[in-house]
C-alpha cells in the first residue's frame, strides 16, 4: 500500500553517498519513489536518484517548521504562490492534529482557486544523472 520511501531529519546521511546509495538502490529495484524533504541543502539524492533511474520528488517547503495553525496557513498560501510560479509544488508535513486540521482546511477549499492536489507519484520524475 505504498509508493516510495521519504527522507525525514536526516540531513546527514542525505549527503553521505557510501550510506544513502545502497538505500536508493534498493528502492529504485524495488520499483518505488523517493522523496527527499528538503530540509537539507546538501542532500545528494537527486543525483543518486538520477544514476539509478529512480522516481525523485523535493519537498519545496516544510509546511508546519511553526506548528501554529497561523503558521501553517502561512506556509500553504506560500506553496500555493510556489505551485503556480511553477507548475507545481510539493510541501511536506508532519502528522500533528493542527498541521492536519488546517491542511484538511485548506485541501476543501484549494480547488476554488485554481489548484489541483495530486499524487506524489504525478509529480515524482525519474531524475537526471549528472
Known amino acids: 500500500g505504498y509508493v516510495g520511501v521519504a527522507s525525514y531529519m536526516g540531513a546527514r546521511f542525505t549527503a553521505a553517498e557510501q550510506m544513502l546509495a545502497p538505500v536508493l538502490r534498493d528502492t529504485a529495484k524495488r520499483g518505488l519513489i523517493y522523496v527527499d524533504d528538503g530540509s537539507s541543502p546538501r542532500s545528494i539524492a537527486s543525483q543518486i536518484a538520477g544514476s539509478h533511474n529512480l522516481p525523485f520528488a523535493k519537498s519545496n517547503l516544510i509546511l508546519d517548521t511553526v506548528p501554529t495553525p497561523v503558521e501553517i496557513d502561512r506556509a500553504l498560501a506560500r506553496l500555493e504562490i510556489m505551485a503556480r510560479d511553477n507548475g507545481t509544488a510539493v510541501g ?19 480547488e476554488g482557486r485554481g489548484f489541483v492536489l495530486v499524487p506524489i507519484t504525478m509529480v515524482a520524475v525519474k531524475a537526471k544523472s549528472s
Do not use: C, L
Not at 511536506?92 to 484549494?110: C, D, F, G, M, N
Open 92 to 110: 511536506i508535513a508532519t502528522a500533528q492534529p493542527a498541521t492536519i486540521a488546517r491542511i484538511a482546511e485548506w485541501a476543501k477549499k484549494v
